[in-house]
């Protein structure tokens, strides 16, 4: 209250200065910027902070006894020299023939894709999740420390402008879509989502680029291994049902 006029006095306003606001205002541009490049999973050390540097968990646990089991049951002899570290000092080796007629549960698929691997194998902690409808989802992490992921070919070129020029080790890759049988010892694969890292890539890019080099390499590998025939795949329920054979025995021989 004025001491003269006994009118009471409002307290003063505390004006926040610009330099504060600009402060505040670019302090928020870098929590977001933090936040955007370790979630893309790119980044090691920052991904690991939010949990960015592990794969989508699909909820589907795998074991090496189960990698092992399923050999035994099916009478396949899979020596695949796993103390080896260089692909290029041995070759590969198939040999006999086996018939298979059998249902595979999601936990049985992870855990061959996971165990019983050479070191330069590029995969690992894989998930595979098959749902009512047939639809795949499969959740891992990509070694790209075990190949050139830059080489002419080795990724679409529409994926590389979504990458970093530098990888980590290791990367959470996830993909969802069918898979079916398109001939003789061919299958057809198609893409409904893939992410890289975070970082999703764009349907325009899977549709035109990815699917067509996906199928491409993994046709190209099954037809150069003798002994195979596919007359069924089907994915239901949790499960997938194969119809064919399989080569008896695989080992890697070191070239002399």
Do not use: C
Not at 125 to 146: C, N, P, R, Y
Request: no cysteine.
């Amino acid at each position: 209250m004025d001491a003269q006029t006994g009118i009471p006095v409002q307290p003063r306003k505390k004006r926040i200065s610009v330099g504060k606001v600009i402060l505040l205002l670019f302090s928020l541009v870098v929590l977001l910027v933090f936040w955007f490049v370790a979630r893309s999973g790119f980044v090691p050390g920052l991904a690991k902070v939010v949990g960015a540097d592990k794969p989508v968990n699909l909820g589907v646990k795998s074991t090496a006894a189960q990698s092992t089991a399923m050999l035994q049951k099916l009478g396949i002899r899979l020596d695949n020299q796993p103390a080896a570290t260089d692909p290029a000092k041995y070759r590969k080796v198939y040999s006999g023939q086996v018939a298979i007629n059998q249902d595979f549960t999601e936990s049985e698929i992870s855990a061959l894709l996971n165990f019983n691997h050479v070191a330069f194998w590029a995969v690992k902690d894989a998930q595979v999740k098959i749902s009512k409808d047939g639809t795949l989802e499969a959740a891992m992490l990509v070694k790209t420390s075990t190949f050139n992921i830059r080489r002419d070919g080795e990724v679409p070129t529409g994926v590389m402008r979504y990458l970093p020029a530098v990888l980590p080790d290791e990367l959470p890759v996830y993909v969802k879509g069918k898979i079916t049988v398109a001939g003789s010892n061919q299958v057809r694969t198609d893409i409904q989502a893939l992410q890289i890292g975070r970082v999703t890539i764009p349907a325009s890019v899977v549709n035109a680029e990815v699917e067509k080099q996906a199928n491409q390499y993994v046709n190209d590998r099954l037809r150069a291994i003798p002994g195979l025939s596919i007359q069924e795949i089907s994915f239901q329920d949790g499960k997938v049902h194969f119809r064919g054979t399989w080569p008896k025995e695989f080992r890697r021989i070191p070239i002399q």
